[in-house]
């Protein structure tokens, strides 16, 4: 009898977290630099919050139907098609300002045009992973994506600040370059199978199909509502303080550090979940978490130090990977393969819908109210997502992890 190969040992898994890793990294470097960008071409904050928004909006209506999208069509397709278009349209952008022609108008729409696309065609490549690794080594596998998008989010701002300070066009140029290693790698992915229970109906009878199923659950729709009113608070609180620094004069380079100080503790937190995930009750693990969250933010009221700031990024991200693994792990393990795409989109879709104006409101309460009020809005929202999720059966009743193969979804 021969041992098993570790899932992280085969070429298929390789070539797949090198491409998606890819993907991760032009995504950190544009979306950092974008905001920055924006506020260079207009000096205000508050027109820069707004066009954040306007490419939030887009994404957040073209989630709703990129699950279903993944679930018909070939994922490896699709990832070769997210590499391409990123290609294209960040050349383009890297283009117009190396020429001193870039226009916020056309940024916004070079921005909404990408994230239209990509966001309809991102699931694919975390749907793939199930059918690349199995079903035992799915959390393991989950954690490493965790501890990677750690490590690229820690690196890439800071390393797209310093880009950005040399000259605005190169953090676009380098999410080019990346994408193409990206594209080389999703090229060379075999072609997979279709997922069992795969069927060709009509794209609506598919997307109502998945919808109804996911919205069956009580865990998902608990999911739902409390991710609705706790990313609100997240992203906004987060778009809050990178217009408020970057007003105050603070360099791009400070800013990205910020960035950093959150994925390094989501990476020391990752090390932590690795070793209590298999120890916790998930329901109650999951519960705590979100309060966290909410907590380590309340120093931020009395000051906006840039130390405290970064302090309480690092505190922030230190819960998210257990609640991850637990809460997500969880939902996804209990989703049949050939529907990881709509559940997804039926959890990130409704999930996203107030954070899309984050971006607007912190700028404009940063024109027209004071930093603690500011601040204070974004906690009471994230305390309210944390204290509605202590009433979910859905989310109480997840159990310890060795129990979720016998363990029904409620």
Same mark, same amino acid.
Request: aromatic residues 8%.
């Given at each position: 009898m021969t041992d098993k190969v570790p899932f992280y040992k085969t070429s298929i898994y390789r070539r797949w977290f090198t491409a998606d890793t890819s993907l991760a990294i032009g995504g950190a470097l544009w979306s950092f630099s974008f905001p920055l960008v924006a506020f260079a071409l207009t000096q205000d904050v508050q027109a820069s919050g707004w066009a954040v928004t306007a490419s939030e909006i887009i994404g957040q209506i073209a989630y709703f139907f990129g699950g279903t999208v993944v679930d018909r069509r070939d994922r490896r397709k699709l990832m070769i098609l997210q590499a391409s278009s990123a290609i294209i349209i960040w050349g383009f952008i890297s283009v117009l300002l190396i020429i001193h022609a870039l226009t916020l108008p056309v940024l916004v729409i070079a921005v909404c045009i990408y994230t239209l696309m990509s966001t309809v065609i991102s699931p694919a490549s975390n749907a793939m992973l199930l059918s690349i690794v199995s079903t035992e080594d799915f959390p393991q596998a989950n954690s490493v994506n965790e501890s990677r998008d750690s490590v690229v989010e820690m690196a890439s701002s800071p390393f797209g600040g310093v880009l950005y300070a040399f000259a605005h066009w190169l953090p676009f140029l380098g999410t080019v370059l990346v994408n193409i290693v990206g594209l080389i790698a999703s090229i060379l992915i075999p072609q997979l199978p279709r997922p069992e229970g795969t069927k060709q109906d009509s794209f609506i009878k598919e997307f109502v199909t998945g919808w109804k199923w996911a919205y069956q659950k009580k865990t998902i729709v608990s999911t739902c509502i409390v991710a609705m009113i706790m990313n609100f608070g997240l992203v906004g609180e987060g778009y809050l303080i990178e217009l408020h620094l970057v007003s105050r004069g603070v360099s791009a380079v400070q800013i990205g550090f910020l960035s950093t100080a959150l994925m390094l503790g989501i990476l020391? *937190?990752?090390?932590?979940?690795?070793?209590?995930?298999?120890?916790?009750?998930? #329901?109650?693990t999951?519960?705590? &978490?979100f309060f966290i969250m909410a907590l380590v933010l309340v120093p931020l009221i009395f000051t906006d130090n840039f130390w405290v700031i970064l302090v309480s990024n690092f505190l922030l991200g230190l819960p998210f990977p257990l609640m991850h693994a637990m809460l997500l792990g969880f939902t996804y393990?209990?989703?049949?393969?050939?529907? +990881? *795409?709509?559940? +997804? &989109?039926?959890i990130g *879709?409704? *999930? #996203?819908?107030?954070?899309?104006?984050? #971006?607007?409101?912190a700028g404009w309460l940063l024109a027209h109210t004071s930093w603690m009020v500011s601040i204070i809005?974004?906690?009471?929202?994230?305390?309210?997502?944390?204290?509605? &999720?202590?009433f979910s059966s859905g989310i109480r009743s997840i159990?310890?992890?060795? +129990?979720?193969?016998?363990f029904e979804m409620l």
């Open positions: 020391l *937190g990752s090390i932590i979940s690795t070793a209590l995930t298999p120890k916790v009750h998930g #329901g109650f999951i519960i705590i &978490s393990t209990k989703t049949p393969e050939n529907m +990881q *795409g709509r559940v +997804q &989109s039926a *879709g409704p *999930g #996203g819908l107030l954070a899309m104006f984050g #971006g607007a409101v809005l974004f906690i009471v929202f994230i305390l309210a997502g944390a204290t509605i &999720s202590i159990p310890h992890t060795d +129990q979720w193969d016998s």
